[in-house]
DNA sequence: ACAAAATTGTGTAATTTTTACACAACTTAA
DNA sequence: TTAAGTTGTGTAAAAATTACACAATTTTGT
């Protein structure tokens, strides 16, 4: 049995940390939208000379005193013009090689915006909308990051309501389907997809229908995001 | 119209980075154990004066080149001599005062173990394995970091396999079955527990029985990875 | 040797959920 | 007026989930 030598309580931190190295902080912004029936999502030249005419994520450093989620608010909010976006952080990259101009650790959030709300800022700049499928070569990791975010999102939507945010504020059921056919990749039957949202009982009929459709128009939908925090359930069950 | 200025591209990255701000960056493991049907985390006392008495996760610096989960294995091997553990990135926390040091961003990663295979360095040090119930206050924002892990563990268990990194190699269904109810903090019924995962075919039966059980001894498994890596399945369904 | 305690292992019937699938009604455009 | 395109709806079969009870096995204590 040792005697445990009482150990040294360290008196001042802030000398402490400063024998940490430092790295340079940046959030990077996966912006989807969803237009003709596709997923998009929302890019930039890059400004550097090694990434040439190459694509990048919407992206900045963190402030000196700046919390994360407000730096990655302060990006939608300067790139979009909206404030109250759906964001999420979903993960940390931090490869010492990722940036060429020294080790920059990014945090990436994933936000979710209807495109028809933010059509402000989006005519000068370089920032575009692109189908995910065609995305090739990225600046940084920013594809890695994109098929991260993409692989993230998929799962999210199909447990989480967040889908939503991609659409207009009233919404047809099509459209919805439409939406999770194309982030999902997959067929969905139209009397089930109907059925189960019906079953979930968290859309509210707003009493309208389409407009301008070349086609017997649908019914108009929101979703009840009030219901849905009131009832949010916790278990689902073991599978995999 | 406009005509869209050509924009002027950055030649010298590094001079670009050089004037973001910096941050000290660590990363903490919340490292958990199965101990006593209960679910434990590994914690060790502050060393800092400011938290004097007050336990803490286990972490570090992340060192100039190094990548954010080689530090987490650094952290793990240091403190549990185990180099194979499950380890996974959960979330980043980057509050500007959360370390009274100052501005220190931390990356979390959660770690499932079983406790029997590391009973090496923890009889020095202020290692324990605490319970989640009696957690009280943490030194930094710990507590807040444990229980975000927490709650990403009870999520995690119910959709992929990590629970067994919890348990011995061979195990019976009955500590299976504790494994998830206390995870979960639900009862869950045995019959149709056990014909859940005999449906999934994923336990290979290895042909011994539990030893030194004060009751009728039951069947150890082994969970088969390689069969599920091959059959896994991708889309699950929509429910929210 | 026996009884008591504790736990294993197993099946069925009722209910709920999921799946596959077709047709009449509506609206627009030509 | 007709063709094209889409909405809205129900049912039957299959699969998954739930609730629930009893005999067999092993250890411990007497």
Redesign the pocket.
């Known amino acids: 049995m040792s005697t445990s030598q009482q150990p040294v309580l360290i008196k001042n931190p802030t000398k402490l940390v400063s024998t940490y190295p430092t790295v340079a902080l940046t959030v990077d912004c996966v912006i989807f939208g969803f237009e003709a029936n596709q997923l998009k999502v929302l890019l930039i030249r890059s400004d550097l000379e090694v990434y040439k005419g190459m694509w990048s994520l919407l992206g900045d450093m963190v402030k000196r005193d700046e919390e994360l989620d407000a730096a990655a608010q302060r990006v939608l909010l300067q790139r979009t013009g909206m404030n109250d976006v759906y964001l999420e952080q979903v993960h940390c990259f931090g490869n010492p090689s990722r940036h060429p101009g020294g080790r920059v650790v990014t945090v990436a959030y994933c936000s979710l915006l209807n495109v028809q709300h933010h059509q402000l800022k989006i005519l000068d700049n370089e920032l575009h909308w692109h189908s995910l499928a065609s995305l090739q070569e990225m600046a940084f990791d920013h594809k890695e990051v994109v098929d991260y975010c993409y692989n993230w999102l998929k799962k999210r939507i199909q447990e989480h309501p967040l889908g939503f945010n991609l659409l207009p504020d009233k919404f047809?059921?099509?459209?919805l389907?439409n939406l999770y056919e194309a982030i999902l990749g997959i067929q969905l039957?139209?009397?089930?997809f109907?059925?189960?949202f019906?079953?979930m009982d968290l859309l509210i009929d707003v009493n309208e229908?389409?407009?301008?459709?070349?086609?017997?128009?649908?019914?108009l939908y929101k979703f009840n995001y009030e219901k849905y925090e009131r009832n949010k359930r916790t278990?689902i069950?073991?599978?995999f």
Chains 1, 2 share one sequence.
Do not use: C, F, T
Not at 189 to 192: G, L, P
Not at 209 to 219: C, L, N, S
């Open positions: 047809s059921l099509r459209e389907q039957d139209r009397r089930n109907r059925k189960k019906a079953s229908m389409e407009q301008d459709v070349p086609h017997r128009p649908g019914k278990w069950g073991i599978d």
